[in-house]
Nanobody
């Protein structure tokens, strides 16, 4: 089993930045693709970004491309999401997710939330205008 815990959310003004962290415990996630999703009130959960188990390959939703950066440190069993130039429409609960270990990675493939086996509880990000 893998437990994922997000941190780093908060309230920030438009144009500001936040860095989210996702710490894994219970079992290493070093060989698993991982991703970030978000869910705004009254909306469905949507894909934000994903990263291969090596950290070399990444993929982003068009809405965050150029502003958000996903990364991971397998030695620390932790994934990150650096969010710059935040906009009010980025307000949501942000979730991290991990697949089971696999060497396969495709950015478009990991846009699908159903492919992830483990999820965190989420961290709130609120961007004021």
């Amino acid at each position: 089993q893998v437990q994922l815990v997000e941190s780093g959310g908060g309230l920030v003004q438009a144009g500001g930045y936040l860095r989210l962290s996702c710490a894994a415990s219970g079992r290493t996630i070093s060989r698993a693709a991982m991703g970030w999703f978000r869910q705004a009130p009254g909306k469905e959960r949507e894909f934000v970004a994903s990263i291969s188990w090596t950290g070399v390959s990444t993929h982003y939703a068009d809405s965050v491309k150029g502003r958000f950066t996903i990364s991971r440190d397998n030695a620390k069993n932790t994934m990150y999401l650096q969010m710059n130039n935040l906009k009010p429409e980025d307000t949501a609960v942000y979730y991290c997710a991990a697949d089971s270990p696999s060497t396969y990675y495709s950015g478009s493939y990991y846009e699908d939330a159903k492919l992830y086996d483990y999820w965190g509880q989420g961290t709130q990000v609120t961007v004021s205008s």
